[in-house]
């Protein structure tokens, strides 16, 4: 029998690419997104696709169900990949602006993980992979929402893991940089939606953060196409033993060094300047 995975977030970018990858290399896969239109399309690529809505409840119960109903109650491996960013200054932020930010980001792919860790816990074995951030340990000005739900899914991965302990179930995090998506266009959606720029004191950024969330081609250096995601994952749902951390792209390789080394006003500076003072 073939291995069956569930991905969140597959319209595009690194769910589409691991869905496409996975079911290469045998996979059954369980392709889901949040519009119906995408969900379709999915089902006409010959997946097993799923229309969920991390931002609602009864949406994840449906597809969870009917998810087990095709595999018989079992589910082999889970890469929570849905998110979406909120660019914009912590004290523009509004209490919906920020909830909305961590209904996605965070609660969805938590009630989802609750939902099949029984599952697992009764077949004796599962993968979980949780698709975090350098922004889950480096944080970016201009970017505290998503570093905030970033953050928190760290924290709450790694007290699962030692929860899970004995249980046959692995539980890992990959740390992408900047890889090539549609993640800037989904952010403008989101800065337009909750940031008001007129009379704020950071209007003058915001003029030129709209300018790099509209922009052609990468807008940050070192960036990697989506298939260096998909390389990690395959290593953290392969291997016998796989690592707890997966960092993709030289800028978390390099953040994660001098997070270690460096003080902490000194580590300040350098994210600022790595930002372009919140412009990337």
């Not at 009764?122 to 970033?150: D, E």
């Not at 003080?263 to 919140?278: E, K, N």
Request: proline share 5%; net charge positive.
């Amino acid at each position: 029998m073939s291995r069956s995975i569930l991905i969140t977030g597959c319209s595009s970018g690194i769910g589409a690419s691991a869905a496409r990858i996975l079911r290469e290399r045998g996979w059954r896969v369980f392709a889901s997104a949040r519009q119906l239109c995408d969900v379709e399309r999915l089902h006409a690529e010959g997946f097993d696709a799923l229309l969920l809505d991390l931002d609602d409840s009864t949406s994840i119960h449906a597809a969870v169900n009917t998810l087990l109903t095709r595999t018989g109650g079992r589910l082999d491996a889970l890469f929570n990949n849905g998110a979406y960013g909120l660019p914009g200054a912590v004290e523009d932020l509004s209490r919906d602006a920020l909830r909305a930010q961590f209904e996605t980001n965070l609660f969805g792919g938590l009630e989802l993980t609750n939902l099949l860790i029984p599952v697992m816990r009764r077949q004796g074995h599962g993968r979980i992979v949780q698709c975090s951030s350098v922004l889950g340990f480096a944080a970016f000005p201009y970017r505290g929402a998503y570093n905030a739900t970033k953050f928190a899914l760290e924290g709450l991965t790694d007290t699962l893991r030692m929860e899970l302990r004995g249980t046959g179930i692995q539980i890992s995090l990959i740390e992408p940089g900047p890889i090539q998506t549609r993640f800037r266009a989904n952010a403008h959606k989101a800065f337009l939606r909750w940031i008001t720029i007129e009379g704020s004191a950071h209007e003058a950024q915001y003029r030129r953060q709209l300018e790099r969330l509209t922009m052609e081609g990468p807008a940050a250096p070192f960036t990697l196409p989506p298939e260096a995601v998909v390389e990690k994952l395959i290593h953290a749902l392969d291997s016998p033993r796989p690592r707890l951390r997966y960092p993709v792209t030289l800028p978390t390789i390099a953040f994660g060094w001098l997070r270690r080394l460096l003080p902490g006003r000194w580590m300040d500076a350098v994210l600022v300047r790595a930002s372009g003072g919140g412009r990337r």
